[in-house]
């Protein structure tokens, strides 16, 4: 009856999960899924322009309190556990999923004129509706504070902070007009939770602030007025409601209010712990440290890795993000991913399907993967479906598959393509140890390290590292909870850092997946080949190169739609 | 009852065709096709060696017997033919499928000894067991007789007379021993009908000799003793059985003996011609002249083209065969081609059948490939899956697919694979046309220009050139009866030359499809990135170029396979 718990919530596209988790060995005792009511799948949008996805936030609060709920009433069958050792909550979201509040911080989604409007909804991370005014903020930047582009891999992208407010201004100036400020979920919800919703209030993550709205303490922050300005003079209001600090998980976000605590049946003030993105939280989830690189391996994948902040760190070409303690406190957070990886499969078995669905099921061309030999198939592929990510940052980059005769089997393009996604993870791993990062340890988290020793074994033999996976299947919830442990403190039953959260709280399996020293020696050839193709179609560092061979396609493509 | 008529007999792969036509105006009244009894479909094979192919001579023999009755049997139903006004018969053959016969003409593959023995067998044009002495016969060729090779694309292939003849000694030197000549089987099947194969008496065609075996009026006819004996010495011997001179079309190989008049019911003594190969005979029967290019597409293409002798043509890099009088007597034949067409639709349809047999078939991805507009989909390819013939002549090239997204679907990637092949079509025309050769007209034949008007109208608006199709849709079969109309001469009901009798007996369809000049515009685009990709993974010629890539990949599977 001593044990303490802490709860993660984990808002994502399309439900939120509440995690239950014993502070002492991390055991998650209880969890609880709750779709989003609104959209489809919980996502608003738009017929006419598949770029469009938001969320309302009033499916924030309805599934806190049902996940919540649920969550506690299935602890309950645990004779351990009762509602008073909860000891605190706290947050990971997906971002950047920004959106517009009134001067007391409600959304203006909450208000009856805007209750239809897309625009006064949250711009879900995935909405792609801002890319010109992406291209207008990289182009605006690269001249009046290239700096800002040195922090986030020398593009702004169209799924961020201020590209949404933009394109916001553009199509909805009302709303706009009608809004106070431009806040992120991560940091709204745990205000909700709190009482500190109220723009004076709200406390800012680091980790939205620094990855997604271009803040950065070397700089004082966001990003200047006169820039902002320069931009549209109506944004200089919006900017000027913006603070100058930036908080990171191990600050609170302030105590659980009495009408939360009623609602929930959780004690009145234990501390929320201030926001994060789900991926940053993963990573804490996964034990973070120094040395040890965590991939999060989905649809596609985020890369994290901290490294200490008394050392001054190089700008790292092609890094999603360079934060300082957007991961852990007195850190510094680099981000990087790529932008498909369980999604090139799952399009392959989807759309591509092949020889229907007796045989074309991940299951029945992993298992012809897998009697594979590397190289044997003389097949190589880039992994670009979804653009590049790290290093390229690149959007406008496509997927190749080469090597096709007239006998290559279905399982052969299967095997291709995942070793497509391990040459590209290779690819970012070269880059963080060519910076003279130290990647000693992988540890991999996501429903594919789980459910794929193909995969794993592939990423493995092609990196030539050994692949650890979780624990935890809800890392990022983990990470969450592990917060809210910290922010309780060792006084009250939690802990007073991180290192000590995660010794205590995290592990991987037994499991491990090692290299096969003769694979790797064919996936070193192979990955001479990955780069050449990478360099020539990716980069113009060859003098006669096909940079502007995959755009000049998509130029093509979208002219022909028009 | 004046009508008159010729049979045209079709030696393909799998079974031999006999076509009866009118030679008045080229009505097809009767055809019968007749399976090769020997190995599977007609094929005898190795399980162990893939590269293996062979087709027993006795084939040929039972299959004219059985094909021709049956087709004068259909005949007979017309009131207006009877078997007494046949006036001569043509033969077309694969090749190079030549064969090991003895001092009297007679096949090895007859002798009690031999009858088991592969290499007694024909050497189907599709067999790969020479590959190495293929390369062997290439690099002495470039160092001793590099004339040799100027005539036949820079590289000698393993599918052809010599390296199938130099592989058999390495073999089978008993074989070798046993054998008095090597005979191509269009030489041997009109030499059997006229009681000419004893090897002083067989006529070699000019078609086989001049494309396959390096016969070259220029230098006096096959390769000299000193370049055979360099390749072995015991070649010498059947070096000397070859003869100085070669034959075309208009040649009459004999007459046909009372022995198979009486057992086909045909008069005696009519004309049978010297035979040449299928694509060859197929240009003659979609009519060719100078200035009309013939594609024969199926599987593979044959691309023909014909321009008069009265002025020295250049060697053309990268075309197959230039060679006089192999097509049109008094004129230059000239070959080119594609090493896999439909053989590449038929795999994506066959080994891939994206969705299953509903979804993946032809006709399925034909109609959703039909509402696509050229460049929409994005994606881009090169028709390299079985090789590159012409213009590269290079045989470990692969395919490649270029462009996939998340959202690519089957029908996209279907009508990207008919693109591409459109792509290396127009290659083909723009490399004679740059070598100052007139294609005034396009005239398809074979099963897919006439099953599918996708392909048909793709390719002119690739080309940007109309395509016709021919009438006929058994254009090898007809071709060998027009040569048996103009052996059978005018005097006899026939005709003089071939441009009377193409005048007579060959048509075009009246749809003809024509180019979409909105779709031209967008395929100029798109061949433009067609040949960036094709040079820079095909040739030499970009100064950092990805030559290397395909090849090394191929490497490593090969290795890995081992």
Known sequence: MNSKYVIGLDFGTNSVRALIVDVAGGEEIATNVCDYAHGEAGIIIDPKDPDLARQHPEDYIRGTKACVQQALKEASSNKDFSPEQVIGIGVDTTGSTPMPVDESGEPLAFQKEFKDNPSA????????TGHAEAEEITALAAKMRPQYLAKCGGTYSAEWFWSKLLHCLRVSPDVVEAMYTWVECADWIPGFLTGTTHPDKVKRCICAAGHKAMFNPSWNGYPDVEFVGALDERLVRIRETLPDHAYNIADTAGSLTDAWSKELGLPAGIPVAVGAFDAHLGGVGCGIVPGVLVKIIGTSTC????????????????????????????????????????????????????????KGSHEALAAGAEKLKPGESGLLGLDWHNGNRTVLVDQRLTGLLLGMTLHTTPAEIYR???????????????????????????????????????????????TGRAMEVSQSEQTCALGAAMSAAVVAGKANGGYDNFAEAAKAMTGVRDKKYVPNAKNKAVYDRLYKLYRQLHDIHGTKEYSENLFDLMKELLAIRDEVRK
């Open 303 to 358: 890369d994290m890795l901290v490294t200490p902040m008394d050392k001054d760190l190089p700008d790292i070409p092609g890094l999603c993000g360079i934060v300082p303690e957007s991961i852990l406190p007195g850190a510094y957070g680099l981000e990087a991913g790529q932008s498909a990886v369980g999604d090139i499969f799952n399009w392959y078995v989807n759309y591509i399907n092949p020889g229907g669905d007796g």
């Open 416 to 462: 291709t393509l995942i070793e497509s996604t391990a040459f590209g993870a290779r690819t970012i791993i070269e880059r963080f140890v060519e910076y003279g990062l130290k990647v000693d340890r992988v540890v991999n988290c996501g429903g594919i390290s789980v459910k794929s020793p193909l995969v794993m074994q592939i990423y493995a033999d092609v």
């Open 121 to 128: 909804m949250a711009w879900l991370w995935k909405d792609h």
